[in-house]
């Protein structure tokens, strides 16, 4: 889904038949209906399955520079019970971007950030609402996804590691 800027998706289910097809709806439906979709907003199938809650990571399966890395991360469709995210109409959007912002002061310390420095840094950086349209945009002309700020300590480990 990388050729079409847009993230890769995973969905965990004992049966792998039934995961390929949630999966293969999925990614009809970005190609398709072209939604400006956020982490928590919910994806089904169809009219019968139960909605699966969108959550947006960093793509960790694969090295910045194999063919395959997806710099606009991956959606997992996570049951509802496991969502941390809940949408907004208005997205609170870090400038410069948080993947940016924990990049630099890392690289200013000289040492790796701490958990309460991370979430500290989210709490006070500067931030704007803007539409999920623009955010999309901007997500596109900057070439990445940024992380969730709600997730940040987590999905920065794993940008950290693509990053050295």
């Known amino acids: 889904m990388h050729q079409f800027q847009l993230p890769e998706a995973q969905v965990a289910f004992t049966d792998v038949r039934e995961a390929l097809a949630w999966l293969d709806a999925f990614s009809a439906y970005q190609l398709d209906e072209q939604p400006v979709l956020l982490s928590g907003h919910t994806f089904r199938p ?26 606009f991360g991956v959606w997992r469709l996570l049951e509802p019970a496991d969502a941390r995210i809940t949408a907004v109409k208005l997205v609170p959007t870090i400038m410069p ?12 310390e000289g040492r790796p950030l701490t958990e309460h420095e ?32 709600e997730l940040a300590w987590e999905q920065w480990q794993i940008v950290r590691g693509t990053l050295q």
């Open 46 to 71: 169809d009219g019968d399955a139960q909605r699966r809650v969108l959550e947006r990571w960093p793509d960790h399966r694969h090295d910045p520079n194999d063919g395959r890395y997806n710099p």
């Open 97 to 108: 971007s948080l993947v940016a912002l924990l990049l630099a002061t890392e690289r200013s």
């Open 118 to 149: 991370v979430e500290k840094l989210v709490s006070n950086s500067t931030s704007i609402a803007m539409e999920p349209k623009d955010v999309r945009a901007l997500e596109r002309a900057r070439g990445y996804a940024d992380i969730e700020p």
